[in-house]
């Protein structure tokens, strides 16, 4: 039933993706993600859910370092006259196809050992440092292509 539930979320996050991909960026697109997702950190005010904190910061490093990584290197950010817009190399797909496997697998792996529960907060957390460090890196690529930049305003016609 997970993996149904993840094949699902998969064609949900394609769709969001390419839907995304056609409207200019701005800063509350890139925020507002990741402050979205921090929410979830409440589950763990359930014991259930609750992991050794060496678990928790294994995985937010490995989805940081690792798993973020591939993402940075097939998207990026360009300025488009007064937009900002995301450009997508033709892998970033690929990419997103190839982590949702290794999630899929690796789930399945770790359901086999922790609880389902335990086995939900430890992906979860490795989902928040993946998308963290990927939209941090949208933020200061965003900040980059728009700071100091003026927008050219018409000026009225003097008589």
């Known amino acids: 039933m997970s993996v149904i539930g993840s094949l699902v979320g998969l064609v949900a996050v394609l769709t969001w993706r390419v839907r995304e991909g056609r409207t200019a960026v ?94 939900a907060a430890l992906f979860f957390v490795l989902a928040f440092g993946m998308i963290l460090r990927w939209r941090s890196s949208m933020f200061f690529e965003y900040r980059r292509l728009t700071c100091g930049y003026a927008p050219k305003i018409r000026q009225p016609d003097r008589p």
């Open 26 to 119: 701005s800063i509350k697109k890139i925020v507002i993600p990741p402050l979205g997702m921090a929410t979830g950190f409440s589950m763990f005010i359930v014991p259930a859910f609750r992991i050794p904190c060496a678990w928790g910061a294994i995985a937010f490093l490995i989805g940081a370092i690792g798993l973020a990584y591939p993402l940075l290197r097939t998207s990026r950010l360009v300025r488009q006259g007064d937009t900002v817009m995301m450009q997508r190399s033709s892998a970033f797909f690929t990419v997103i196809l190839v982590l949702a496997a290794i999630r899929i697998l690796a789930r399945g792996y770790f359901d086999t050992l922790l609880s389902v529960q335990q086995t």
